[in-house]
């Protein structure tokens, strides 16, 4: 079911990214979930849940990346957009709270990540989180973690050219990290991880190098979120992002052919991930 909400708040997050709020009052998101997000006149798109508070005040973090993003970076306080969700699956937190937690992420894909860090802190868990970035003005997010100052937990940045904390991609800044783990029990770590789909890629290598738990967020075209149009199949599993994801495994990551290969435009042929 569409619902119709009023922008209530938009905040610039850094160079060409935003985040829009509006307040709806339907069932409670869970990080990871998205959204079906339609621009009137223009298109629906899926959007991660990229906020929500117990005021019932939901967000999501756009990217000016093409005609409907365009827009809805466009659109002012008091205009009105379509949302349909939350739908699918979510990251799972352990309730074993031993167990060390790790995000990693770039790019939009820091919205559920983002999401996910909120719940943490909400809990009172310990997590670790890295952010990679092209440059300083691409980090997103970059105060929003220190919101609950009584939980402690380690945010390392990267950038790709070093203006702003570590000099380097973000898989390299997990693997140093990891590395420095792996005379203890890495079994213990569980990695978070949404961005640009080669990073993951890369994070899912690392992961299977030292054998760590992995869940990842994928992102594919959808027009419908809810099964019917098949563009978010993902090969050989036939699974669907849109609802057996977009939270997925390692053991299903493990058993994707087109994972950090190949996702499917919107005519439905396959084209390749670059």
Known sequence: MMHTVNVVKIKEECFGVKTI?????LQKP?????????????????MSVSGWDKNDYWSVTVKNVGECTKHLSEVKIGDYIGIRGPLGNNFTIPKDTSKKILLIGGGTGMAPLKFLAEELM?????FTFIEGAKSENQVIFKDALQINKKVPNELIFCTDDGSFGIKAFAPKVLKDYVAKLSNTNNGNLIIYTCGPEIMMYKVYEICKEFNLKLQASLERVMRCGCGICGLCAVDPLGLLVCKDGPIFSYDQLEKMEDFGKYR??????KIKIE
């Open 264 to 269: 499917r435009d919107f005519t439905g042929k």
């Open 122 to 126: 909400h809990q009172k868990r310990t």
């Open 21 to 25: 709020f509006f307040k709806i009052n």
């Open 30 to 46: 869970k990080p990871g979930q998205f959204l079906m997000v339609w621009v009137p006149g223009i298109d629906e798109i899926p």
